[in-house]
């Protein structure tokens, strides 16, 4: 019976013409075609750009010729050169023994081996060690010359980050990053309305009718990615939240650190600084307002105000009304909004569901909160500008753990092997005396507040609608709509200030009125309401809230 072959067929890099996939394939059919030799080809199984790491039952084109469906196809694995079925001593030992317990040989053609005599399969076994040892020699150079480069602070390879160009440093000290000159104006730009509070989505839009062209369509202006890339508030966070926008060096996803636990940098003159970057961090990692709460809505106050009735979120619906023509008046069509309860179509859910005009509501509600709280100075609290290192010094405490753990099992006994264990040592070690200190300064500045020289009026009159829900947010400002709360009123609220006043209190404002009590009202019950006896049971149960917001603001805020 003729000899089934199975071609195995391997290349990492599919360039070098020594082991390149047609000469292999030539190899191996040159020895099954060979005078005397009753044998056939009845599979190619060909892994290109496949490491010999790899192991062989895991490659995706010999892998699957070791399964029940295929092993009975075939009676000899046969490659040109043993470091083709693999690299790894251990890996190659397992196919061999796979091999001897399913009846099946393997042949190396160039090296002249037939692993089904004893002679054969110890040859191919001091080929696989010599096979293995230069598979860690490739790496190591690799390794080494990456390591290089990231110490002297050189670009390593990939595309060029969002606003930068790569441009060589000089004759054989390799390239670095170089920022474009338009590109930082708009990181710091997009970078300060961030920090003002702006959305990220309400940023995309300006960015996009300005006709700005996104970093893809530029760097690669012919790819169908960048001609169907756009502005999106996913996209503007994920450059923001890139190290390289600051000029920090990264491998694998990770900060590269130097000697001393430092970040180091590949440019020198990053698009940000690293202080402005770490504060949008910061927002955009911390800022609930940023989180998956965030609302697609654009509407002013939406995700704010919720029915006074059930809680019930609130949403707005868009609606538009249609005259026909008469005679010789034409016809006429407007559109209107309204804000509702989003549980008043759930029978019953809601037992008064909150519904009024779009316009009625946010004018009123614009009025109150510029009356109460425009005069109100912005505070911002200082340790929001500082990142807390509680997570980052146990990770880096637990590292050390498994370093020290590592070096006690000898893991790092060869000589080059502890000159790294003491680098990594001194490092880490340095990192963690530094989170510590960062630490200490993190706890110093919590609950101190600064001044940022603007009001609240200054920031509401600058902001869209959107930029207004979002900022309503920030400060946790929460909204009770209630529907027909005293006669001849269709709609009253009542807002809960969150933590505005806290923060007066923190930069000593003194607040007047209802706002000492942490709450607004319009349009709500009040006790010459009660005394003249005009509220029916629901609108009284309307007033106790109130009085119920006033006590749990006051008990919560000022306990004394």
């Known amino acids: 019976m003729p000899l089934r072959v199975l071609g195995s067929l391997r290349l990492s890099v599919d360039t070098d013409d020594s082991t390149s996939i047609p000469r292999q394939q030539e190899h191996v059919q040159h020895w099954v075609d060979a005078p005397g030799r009753d044998a056939h080809v009845v599979a190619w199984a060909k892994d290109t750009d496949v490491s010999g790491g790899l192991h062989p039952f895991k490659r995706p084109g010999l892998g699957k010729w070791f399964d029940d469906d295929h092993k009975g196809l075939w009676d000899a694995l046969c490659v040109m050169k ?47 060690v010599f096979a293995e040892g230069e598979l860690d020699t490739i790496r190591s150079r690799a390794i080494d010359a990456v390591q290089t480069r990231l110490t002297a602070g050189t670009w390593v390879a990939g595309l060029p980050p969002f606003g930068y160009e790569i441009v060589p440093v000089g004759p054989g000290a390799g390239k670095r990053l170089e920022p474009i000159d338009h590109y930082r104006e708009l990181a710091e730009e997009i970078a300060r309305r961030v920090l003002d509070g702006e959305s990220l989505r309400s940023v995309a839009r300006d960015l996009t009718a300005r006709g700005e062209p996104t970093w893809l369509s530029r760097i690669q202006p012919n790819s169908k990615r960048a001609q169907e890339s756009k502005w999106s508030n996913s996209s503007i966070r994920g450059l923001l939240l890139n190290p390289k926008i600051a000029g920090l060096y990264t491998y694998k996803g990770e900060i590269v650190e130097d000697g001393e636990g430092n970040p180091r940098l590949i440019a020198d003159n990053p698009l940000l600084d690293l202080a402005t970057w770490n504060k949008v961090a910061l927002k955009l990692q911390d800022n609930r307002a940023f989180g998956p709460k965030v609302t697609k809505s654009r509407a002013m106050l939406v995700g704010v105000a919720t029915c006074g009735s059930c809680g019930g979120p609130l949403t707005r619906a868009v609606y538009t009304n249609r005259k026909p023509s008469v005679g010789d008046r034409p016809a006429k069509e407007w559109h209107y909004s309204r804000y509702k309860c989003s549980r008043q179509k759930v029978q019953g859910t809601c037992a008064s569901p909150a519904a009024v005009n779009s316009a009625d509501f946010e004018a009123a509600f614009t009025n109150v909160f510029l009356e109460h709280m425009g005069h109100l100075p912005e505070a911002r609290e200082l340790v929001a500008d500082l990142h807390d290192p509680t997570s980052d010094i146990t990770a880096t405490e637990a590292r050390l753990e498994r370093l020290k753990a590592d070096f006690g099992a000898g893991k790092y006994d060869a000589p080059e092997k502890e000159e790294v264990y003491w680098s990594l040592l001194n490092s880490q070690s340095a990192k963690l005396a530094r989170l510590r200190g960062q630490l200490i300064e993190y706890e110093q500045q919590r609950g101190e507040f600064a001044l940022t020289g603007r009001t609240f009026a200054d920031i509401w009159n600058s902001r869209d609608d959107e930029g207004k829900q979002l900022f309503l947010k920030q400060h946790q400002v929460a909204v009770k709509l209630y529907r027909d709360p005293i006669p001849g009123e269709k709609f009253g609220f009542l807002v809960q200030l969150g933590d505005v006043e806290q923060m007066a209190r923190a930069v000593h404002v003194e ?20 005394l003249a006896g005009q509220l029916d049971e629901r609108q009284l149960r309307i007033g106790m809230d109130v009085v119920n917001a006033m006590e749990a603001s006051f008990g919560l805020t000022d306990p004394q």
């Open 511 to 530: 607040l007047a009125g209802n706002l000492v009590h942490g709450v607004a009202t319009h349009n709500l019950p009040t006790q010459e309401h009660l």
């Open 82 to 128: 043993v470091d083709r079925l693999s690299r790894r001593v251990a890996h190659f030992s397992e196919v061999v023994q796979w091999c001897q317990e399913n009846g099946k040989v393997i042949v190396s053609t160039q090296e002249g081996i037939d692993m089904s005599t004893p002679m054969g399969k110890m040859f191919a076994q001091i080929l696989a």
